[in-house]
């Protein structure tokens, strides 16, 4: 039987502006200059990792693992 | 008391023949019901005929006092629980390969049906042998045995979710992020691409709960999760396995108890949609009789 890992945090998208919203922990934080580029990079990462993007409204996106 | 030979034929032929009948109208091809394919087919009615056999040849072994048949029934009933055993593993053994599981509620209920409609047949052959002994007559005897397997359909007879509850069309709306309906958040879509595609193709509906029973029925996880997998496979999905965003959902509406269904799917009828719902069976083994017990009875009032 195979055996996934669900509902932990994989990687966090944050704006650079927003680098007071979050501090380190288990997961890698990737500092991105605007939101385009957030919401480019939370995608790419989604797919990558079958992880849902979640917008916390603060400048923070985090990816949560779900496969 | 010896039976001739002709009429132990006609006793065993008769309820052999009924029996399987009986087993092979339950094995009709609905396009939920597994098995689907000529193998599964083969391998219920090869089991069907012996379960008839079971009950055929019970009936004249006990009038010639031949007790010891009796065990070869209770031998049967193990048998069968064998099979609803078979049927549980070879669909926990598929539940990985789905995108939306059938979910543990589902597969019992649908192992339990397969087993109970193997006692169905032994029943009407039973039955049969029975009715043909008394009677002497092939004819009345496959009278009696076509009533049964009639009657047997009310002991056989599934509740839907539209029995349970009603199955009203809604809209979906984001607050921001937050995927909404009727003010409850089901989710938070981070992704703008997730969001645009939720919002063309995205369909909600709300099952509202007709009672008390049905409310605590239609809260269980299994019945929401045999719903989402019903809708999946038959509207077809846009999620892959690396968009998670665009999975089906439901939850439930704290206000009310009622269940909402998001589902972003192929071919967005929302008709088609609440059709669907309205047919997933309310899987028995869930399902909860709460106005049966004084407090929960006291508590509504």
Do not use: W
């Not at chain 2, 921001?176 to 309906?181: D, E, F, K, T």
């Not at chain 2, 939850?251 to 589902?263: E, P, R």
């Amino acid at each position: 039987m195979e055996v996934h890992v669900t509902g932990f945090i994989i990687a966090i998208v944050a704006l650079k502006k927003a680098k007071d919203n979050v501090s380190s922990g288990t997961a890698p934080i990737i500092y991105v200059e605007n939101e385009e580029e957030q919401q480019k990079l939370s995608m790419y990462l989604s797919r990558i990792f079958k992880a849902a993007a979640h917008d916390l409204e603060n400048g923070v996106f985090i990816l949560v693992k779900q496969y | 008391m010896n039976i001739s030979h002709e009429l132990y034929i006609n006793i065993v032929a008769c309820g052999i023949i009924l029996g399987t009948i009986a087993r092979f109208i339950y094995l009709r091809v609905d396009y939920r019901q597994y098995p689907t394919y000529p193998q599964g087919y083969m391998t219920h009615l090869t089991l069907g005929v012996i379960s008839a056999a079971l009950g055929a040849f019970s009936v004249p072994a006990l009038i010639e006092k031949q007790y010891t048949a009796v065990t070869f029934l209770a031998l049967a009933a193990q048998q069968f629980k064998g099979v609803r055993e078979i049927e549980r593993a070879s669909l926990e053994k598929m539940e990985a390969t789905e995108l939306i599981p059938r979910g543990a509620a589902y597969i019992e209920n649908i192992a339990k049906i397969f087993e109970a409609r193997n006692y169905i047949a032994m029943a009407v052959a039973a039955l049969t042998s029975l009715a043909v002994y008394l009677s002497k007559s092939v004819i009345i005897g496959t009278i009696m045995g076509g009533l049964a397997i009639y009657l047997s359909r009310y002991v056989m007879k599934t509740a839907y979710i539209r029995d349970i509850a009603e199955v009203l069309p809604s809209k979906i709306v984001f607050k921001g992020p937050l995927l909404c309906v009727e003010n409850v958040v089901l989710a938070d879509i981070g992704l703008k691409e997730g969001r645009e595609i939720i919002e063309k193709f995205g369909m909600a509906v709300i099952i509202r709960p007709k009672g008390l029973d049905s409310l605590i029925s239609i809260n269980n996880l299994g019945i929401r999760q045999a719903i989402l997998h019903e809708a999946a496979n038959q509207l077809g999905l846009k999620m892959n396995i690396d968009t998670p965003e665009l999975a089906p959902r439901t939850m439930n509406n704290s206000k009310n108890g009622d269940i909402i269904v998001v589902m972003v799917a192929m071919n967005p009828d929302i008709e088609a949609f609440v059709e669907i719902i309205k047919n997933v069976p309310a899987i028995e083994t869930v399902r909860k009789y709460p106005s049966k017990s004084r407090g929960a009875r006291k508590a509504v009032n």
